[in-house]
């Protein structure tokens, strides 16, 4: 019976679990009892839930990979918010508590629909420090991600836990509170010997119990959330890596599998000059005082788990965004699942950042294969709607890759000084650094830094939905005056319009020049002097603008007589297209939609503006077309699909 000494062991942890506390740790709850009142007076949206704030978890766990249970003690240390007569912790119902200890003494709790109620033996008063140890055990649910996951590797036996978003009370009695951290943490885990446990913190101690059974206890000293809190148990190899930072070398702490140790050590390596790069445009790493790590894990991505990130594999961009998520996403944490860009739109951004500044040939390829993924469909916001919903929380091409190109325009829009003053100054913000935000406060401090109002930009790119589709008309005269029209259709009906500052690329074969353009309203006329003939324009050469179907035709200066029909844009046709005609002249013309068998389907009155004519098609069935425009002046005729 492999998994007897888990049922046993329960016992001796519960009679145990209150008398293993560090010096450490009682001077760090000491000074939070002390600075409660001042850190607390200031009530926020991001106050915690429940009347109390958490200080202290020291979670002490017997488990074996070979088997799908848990049991154990979980001690929580808190602070009352104000006068508190219980406590409530999350707990799901198929895991059974047997006692809950008040400095020794036994309290009524209550568990039911996944909350474990607890009594206090009195009314706990404003301010006041005090503890309980949970003891509970049994077969953990499967949710989210997999909450707790027994598995195999090379036939070995593996265990982990991933907890984000909910899943935490899977596996442990816990708070699920955005807005609360601990500021401090003990993961006490005994397994069968010849594994090794991969957890948070700084590894104490790797303890034989002369029992079969080894116990390793780990210990971090930073505030964490209740989601980021992990272990992994199975037959790991471990190896380190070292990344050199001014005044300090951190230690990367690799936990893998014997049978991938060669891939894993040519990918680990990567994290050097990643976390060089970080530490260099975001401040030093958080954690340099304890260390970061890899724990291999059965899963196809990572999680970013505080100082040990789990990872499936050791891929150049997955490796730069679990890291990331140090400083986006640990350090600092979205206050709510709505604004989760905050963690992962970051991360995305900043392992595109990882190309830009250290493999630069694949900077231009990263962002095209990013605004095409995000464009492949019309609509869908980054703010998300649904926090309850797995798949739109983690959605991929909207929480991670357009959240990740909202940062990239908010980056254009602000300027690089002012975009990075400005995330600096969100980290080392104190009511955010080693807690929570949301998306308004990074917006301030962008905002202050810029100088900018952002207000409008936000509505349009995080709340609203889609994006823009540009058609830029242009043409230059042999004096080298540059006639400009921008257009600008949205994808989707939430956004009418993309207020963007444009740029424009024209060259010849030996010069260039960028103009940006303030494009305010669509039809907008831009004119202004080259000091070069230009034979082509490029629009946003450099993608900084998320958008999609772009079209861009240069167009001679005649009249209307001597028009020729350059295009029916777009074509294939849904609602409605646009044929240019080529002219800088306006007025009335008649204009005809033809059908395959010249049939004269619709028949309307328009005015030529701005070079274009309108053609309706809206209501007509899908196939080939012939608009024709026509006035006293002439005839004008172009083909064209209608979908």
Same mark, same amino acid.
């Given at each position: 019976?492999?998994?007897?000494?888990?049922?046993?062991?329960?016992?001796?942890?519960?009679?145990?679990?209150?008398?293993?506390?560090?010096?450490?740790?009682?001077?760090?709850?000491?000074?939070?009892?002390?600075?409660?009142?001042?850190?607390?007076?200031?009530?926020?949206?991001?106050?915690?839930?429940?009347?109390?704030?958490?200080?202290?978890?020291?979670?002490?766990?017997?488990?074996?990979?070979?088997?799908?249970?848990?049991?154990?003690?979980?001690?929580?240390?808190?602070?009352?918010?104000?006068?508190?007569?219980?406590?409530?912790?999350?707990?799901?119902?198929?895991?059974?508590?047997?006692?809950?200890?008040?400095?020794?003494?036994?309290?009524?709790?209550?568990?039911?629909?996944?909350?474990?109620?607890?009594?206090?033996?009195?009314?706990?008063?404003?301010?006041?420090?005090?503890?309980?140890?949970?003891?509970?055990?049994?077969?953990?649910?499967?949710?989210?991600?997999?909450?707790?996951?027994?598995?195999?590797?090379?036939?070995?036996?593996?265990?982990?836990?991933?907890?984000?978003?909910?899943?935490?009370?899977?596996?442990?009695?816990?708070?699920?509170?955005?807005?609360?951290?601990?500021?401090?943490?003990?993961?006490?885990?005994?397994?069968?010997?010849?594994?090794?446990?991969?957890?948070?913190?700084?590894?104490?101690?790797?303890?034989?119990?002369?029992?079969?059974?080894?116990?390793?206890?780990?210990?971090?000293?930073?505030?964490?959330?209740?989601?980021?809190?992990?272990?992994?148990?199975?037959?790991?190899?471990?190896?380190?890596?070292?990344?050199?930072?001014?005044?300090?070398?951190?230690?990367?702490?690799?936990?893998?599998?014997?049978?991938?140790?060669?891939?894993?050590?040519?990918?680990?390596?990567?994290?050097?000059?990643?976390?060089?790069?970080?530490?260099?445009?975001?401040?030093?790493?958080?954690?340099?005082?304890?260390?970061?790590?890899?724990?291999?894990?059965?899963?196809?991505?990572?999680?970013?788990?505080?100082?040990?990130?789990?990872?499936?594999?050791?891929?150049?961009?997955?490796?730069?965004?679990?890291?990331?998520?140090?400083?986006?996403?640990? &350090?600092?944490?979205? *206050?709510?699942?709505? @604004?989760?860009?905050?963690? %992962? /739109? #970051?991360?995305? +951004?900043?392992?595109?950042?990882?190309?830009?500044?250290?493999?630069?040939?694949?900077?231009?390829?990263?962002?095209?294969?990013?605004?095409?993924?995000?464009?492949?469909?019309?609509?869908?916001?980054?703010?998300?709607?649904?926090?309850?919903?797995?798949?739109?929380?983690?959605?991929?091409?909207?929480?991670?890759?357009?959240?990740?190109?909202?940062?990239?325009?908010?980056?254009?829009?602000?300027?690089?000084?002012?975009?990075?003053?400005?995330?600096?100054?969100?980290?080392?913000?104190?009511?955010?650094?080693?807690?929570?935000?949301?998306?308004?406060?990074?917006?301030?401090?962008?905002?202050?830094?810029?100088? &900018?109002?952002?207000? *409008?930009?936000?509505? @349009?790119?995080?709340?609203? %939905? /889609? #994006?823009?589709? +540009?058609?830029?008309?242009?043409?230059?005269?042999?004096?080298?005056?540059?006639?400009?029209?921008?257009?600008?259709?949205?994808?989707?009906?939430?956004?009418?319009?993309?207020?963007?500052?444009?740029?424009?690329?024209?060259?010849?074969?030996?010069?260039?020049?960028?103009?940006?353009?303030?494009?305010?309203?669509?039809?907008?006329?831009?004119?202004?002097?080259?000091?070069?003939?230009?034979?082509?324009?490029?629009?946003?050469?450099?993608?900084?603008?998320?958008?999609?179907?772009?079209?861009?035709?240069?167009?001679?200066?005649?009249?209307?007589?001597?028009?020729?029909?350059?295009?029916?844009?777009?074509?294939?046709?849904?609602?409605?297209?646009?044929?240019?005609?080529?002219?800088?002249?306006? /007025?009335?013309?008649?204009?005809?939609?033809?059908?395959?068998?010249?049939?004269?389907?619709?028949?309307?009155?328009?005015?030529?503006?701005?070079?274009?004519?309108?053609?309706?098609?809206?209501?007509?069935?899908?196939?080939?077309?012939?608009?024709?425009?026509?006035?006293?002046?002439?005839?004008?005729?172009?083909?064209?699909?209608?979908?």
């Amino acid at each position: 019976m492999r998994g007897a000494w888990l049922i046993a062991s329960i016992l001796w942890m519960t009679a145990d679990a209150q008398v293993h506390f560090d010096h450490d740790v009682i001077n760090t709850i000491a000074q939070g009892e002390a600075k409660a009142h001042a850190a607390h007076a200031k009530a926020t949206a991001q106050e915690p839930t429940r009347g109390y704030d958490l200080r202290y978890h020291r979670l002490e766990l017997s488990v074996d990979p070979a088997v799908r249970a848990i049991v154990g003690t979980v001690t929580h240390y808190f602070i009352a918010l104000t006068d508190i007569d219980s406590v409530v912790f999350d707990l799901d119902d198929t895991l059974e508590v047997s006692t809950v200890l008040h400095h020794g003494s036994a309290l009524a709790f209550d568990h039911a629909a996944d909350l474990l109620t607890i009594g206090l033996p009195s009314t706990l008063a404003t301010g006041s420090l005090d503890s309980i140890t949970i003891a509970y055990g049994g077969v953990p649910p499967e949710t989210g991600f997999g909450s707790f996951i027994q598995a195999e590797h090379g036939g070995t036996p593996i265990l982990w836990t991933l907890s984000e978003p909910y899943g935490a009370r899977d596996w442990w009695p816990c708070k699920q509170d955005l807005n609360d951290k601990a500021d401090s943490l003990d993961v006490i885990v005994i397994v069968p010997g010849g594994q090794r446990v991969a957890s948070n913190g700084l590894l104490i101690a790797e303890t034989d119990l002369g029992d079969g059974t080894v116990r390793h206890h780990w210990r971090h000293r930073h505030p964490i959330n209740y989601y980021l809190v992990a272990f992994a148990v199975t037959n790991y190899v471990v190896y380190n890596n070292e990344v050199p930072l001014p005044g300090v070398t951190v230690d990367v702490t690799n936990y893998v599998f014997p049978e991938d140790l060669a891939d894993a050590q040519a990918g680990t390596v990567n994290v050097v000059p990643q976390m060089q790069l970080y530490s260099e445009l975001f401040g030093e790493y958080p954690f340099a005082n304890e260390k970061y790590g890899h724990a291999q894990f059965g899963w196809g991505g990572g999680m970013e788990h505080q100082t040990m990130t789990f990872v499936g594999s050791f891929q150049y961009e997955l490796i730069a965004h679990e890291l990331a998520h140090q400083w986006f996403g640990d &350090l600092v944490t979205c *206050g709510s699942w709505e @604004d989760l860009w905050l963690n %992962e /739109g #970051f991360a995305t +951004y900043l392992s595109a950042l990882c190309y830009e500044h250290l493999a630069p040939q694949y900077w231009m390829p990263v962002k095209v294969a990013r605004r095409d993924m995000i464009i492949s469909q019309p609509g869908g916001s980054v703010l998300v709607t649904d926090t309850l919903s797995i798949p739109r929380l983690f959605d991929s091409r909207l929480t991670y890759m357009k959240g990740s190109y909202l940062l990239h325009m908010l980056r254009w829009v602000c300027g690089d000084a002012a975009f990075y003053q400005g995330l600096n100054n969100y980290l080392n913000d104190p009511d955010i650094r080693n807690g929570s935000a949301l998306t308004p406060q990074l917006i301030m401090h962008l905002e202050n830094t810029s100088g &900018l109002d952002l207000d *409008g930009f936000m509505a @349009d790119w995080y709340v609203g %939905e /889609g #994006f823009p589709s +540009y058609q830029l008309l242009w043409s230059q005269a042999a004096n080298g005056d540059v006639s400009v029209q921008l257009d600008q259709t949205t994808s989707h009906p939430s956004v009418d319009f993309y207020e963007m500052p444009v740029p424009i690329r024209f060259k010849n074969t030996s010069t260039d020049s960028t103009v940006v353009l303030d494009h305010t309203f669509s039809g907008q006329v831009f004119t202004f002097n080259l000091p070069f003939m230009a034979d082509s324009a490029l629009f946003d050469p450099e993608i900084w603008i998320l958008s999609g179907q772009n079209l861009v035709l240069k167009v001679p200066i005649a009249a209307f007589g001597n028009a020729q029909a350059m295009l029916i844009y777009p074509n294939p046709a849904s609602e409605g297209a646009w044929m240019h005609v080529g002219t800088r002249a306006s /007025g009335a013309v008649d204009v005809d939609v033809i059908d395959a068998m010249g049939r004269v389907v619709s028949a309307s009155q328009a005015v030529v503006h701005a070079l274009r004519v309108p053609i309706p098609c809206e209501g007509l069935p899908g196939g080939l077309y012939t608009a024709r425009v026509r006035s006293s002046e002439g005839s004008l005729e172009l083909r064209f699909v209608k979908q």
